[in-house]
Protein backbone atom coordinates (compact mmCIF):
# COMPACT_ATOMS: atom_id res chain seq x y z
CA UNK A 1 0.00 0.00 0.00
CA UNK A 2 1.03 3.46 -0.92
CA UNK A 3 0.20 7.14 -1.23
CA UNK A 4 0.90 9.15 -4.01
CA UNK A 5 1.20 13.13 -4.10
CA UNK A 6 1.43 15.35 -6.56
CA UNK A 7 0.40 18.95 -7.47
CA UNK A 8 2.95 21.13 -5.42
CA UNK A 9 5.10 24.14 -6.68
CA UNK A 10 5.55 27.61 -7.24
CA UNK A 11 2.71 30.18 -6.55
CA UNK A 12 2.40 33.98 -6.36
CA UNK A 13 0.56 34.96 -3.09
CA UNK A 14 -3.12 34.60 -3.87
CA UNK A 15 -3.04 32.43 -5.97
CA UNK A 16 -4.40 29.13 -6.05
CA UNK A 17 -3.09 25.02 -6.31
CA UNK A 18 -4.51 21.67 -6.03
CA UNK A 19 -2.90 19.09 -4.47
CA UNK A 20 -3.80 15.11 -5.05
CA UNK A 21 -2.86 12.32 -3.15
CA UNK A 22 -4.03 8.90 -4.67
CA UNK A 23 -3.74 5.51 -2.48
CA UNK A 24 -2.51 2.36 -4.45
CA UNK A 25 -2.17 -1.11 -3.06
CA UNK A 26 -4.19 -4.41 -1.72
CA UNK A 27 -6.86 -1.73 -0.19
CA UNK A 28 -10.20 -2.96 1.80
CA UNK A 29 -11.40 0.61 2.85
CA UNK A 30 -9.91 3.63 3.76
CA UNK A 31 -11.03 5.58 6.91
CA UNK A 32 -9.67 9.56 7.34
CA UNK A 33 -7.58 10.84 5.08
CA UNK A 34 -5.86 13.78 5.32
CA UNK A 35 -3.41 16.55 4.73
CA UNK A 36 -0.27 17.45 6.86
CA UNK A 37 2.03 20.37 6.62
CA UNK A 38 5.35 21.18 7.83
CA UNK A 39 7.35 24.34 7.23
CA UNK A 40 11.24 24.44 8.04
CA UNK A 41 11.98 25.03 11.46
CA UNK A 42 8.29 24.15 12.80
CA UNK A 43 6.60 20.89 13.75
CA UNK A 44 3.83 19.08 11.25
CA UNK A 45 1.10 20.32 11.79
CA UNK A 46 -2.85 18.99 10.84
CA UNK A 47 -4.02 21.20 7.73
CA UNK A 48 -7.63 19.42 6.75
CA UNK A 49 -9.19 15.92 7.16
CA UNK A 50 -11.90 14.12 5.78
CA UNK A 51 -13.61 10.72 7.15
CA UNK A 52 -15.09 8.40 5.08
CA UNK A 53 -18.58 9.88 5.01
CA UNK A 54 -17.32 13.33 3.81
CA UNK A 55 -17.04 15.01 7.03
CA UNK A 56 -14.12 17.87 7.17
CA UNK A 57 -12.19 19.38 9.74
CA UNK A 58 -9.58 21.64 9.05
CA UNK A 59 -6.87 24.32 10.76
CA UNK A 60 -8.37 27.81 11.59
CA UNK A 61 -5.40 28.81 9.59
CA UNK A 62 -6.82 27.74 6.28
CA UNK A 63 -10.74 27.84 6.73
CA UNK A 64 -12.42 29.48 4.33
CA UNK A 65 -9.55 29.08 2.32
CA UNK A 66 -8.94 25.04 1.48
CA UNK A 67 -11.06 22.71 0.84
CA UNK A 68 -10.59 19.15 1.26
CA UNK A 69 -12.47 15.99 -0.53
CA UNK A 70 -12.12 12.65 -2.12
CA UNK A 71 -12.95 10.49 -4.47
CA UNK A 72 -13.60 7.08 -2.84
CA UNK A 73 -13.98 5.45 -6.08
CA UNK A 74 -10.50 6.66 -7.05
CA UNK A 75 -9.03 6.39 -3.30
CA UNK A 76 -8.19 10.06 -4.04
CA UNK A 77 -8.03 12.86 -1.91
CA UNK A 78 -7.77 16.74 -3.09
CA UNK A 79 -6.72 19.64 -1.53
CA UNK A 80 -7.93 22.85 -3.18
CA UNK A 81 -6.04 25.52 -1.72
CA UNK A 82 -6.86 29.46 -2.63
CA UNK A 83 -5.89 32.64 -1.50
CA UNK A 84 -2.54 31.33 -0.50
CA UNK A 85 -0.32 33.12 1.34
CA UNK A 86 3.23 33.12 1.69
CA UNK A 87 3.21 31.18 5.27
CA UNK A 88 0.94 28.29 3.76
CA UNK A 89 5.06 27.53 2.19
CA UNK A 90 6.10 24.07 3.40
CA UNK A 91 6.10 20.65 2.88
CA UNK A 92 2.59 18.54 2.15
CA UNK A 93 1.68 15.53 3.15
CA UNK A 94 -1.22 13.35 2.37
CA UNK A 95 -2.50 10.68 5.25
CA UNK A 96 -4.61 7.57 5.33
CA UNK A 97 -5.89 5.32 7.65
CA UNK A 98 -6.08 2.21 5.66
CA UNK A 99 -7.56 -1.11 6.24
CA UNK A 100 -5.62 -3.79 4.10
CA UNK A 101 -5.77 -7.33 4.18
CA UNK A 102 -4.41 -8.48 7.60
CA UNK A 103 -3.47 -5.41 8.56
CA UNK A 104 -4.81 -1.70 9.42
CA UNK A 105 -2.01 1.01 8.47
CA UNK A 106 -1.90 4.81 9.10
CA UNK A 107 -0.56 5.54 5.82
CA UNK A 108 2.12 8.57 4.63
CA UNK A 109 2.78 10.03 1.38
CA UNK A 110 6.01 11.33 0.02
CA UNK A 111 5.12 14.39 0.49
CA UNK A 112 4.94 17.57 -2.27
CA UNK A 113 6.53 21.53 -1.83
CA UNK A 114 4.57 24.01 -1.91
CA UNK A 115 6.08 27.67 -2.20
CA UNK A 116 3.83 30.87 -2.30
CA UNK A 117 6.65 33.71 -3.10
CA UNK A 118 6.85 36.57 -5.76
Known amino acids: VQLQASGGGLVQPGGSLRLSCAAS????????MGWYRQAPGKQRELVAS???????SYADSVKGRFTISRDNTQNVVYLQMNSLKPEDTAVYYC?????????????WGQGTQVTVSS
Open 25 to 32: GSIIAINT
Open 50 to 56: ITSVAST
Open 95 to 107: NANIWTVGSYRDQ
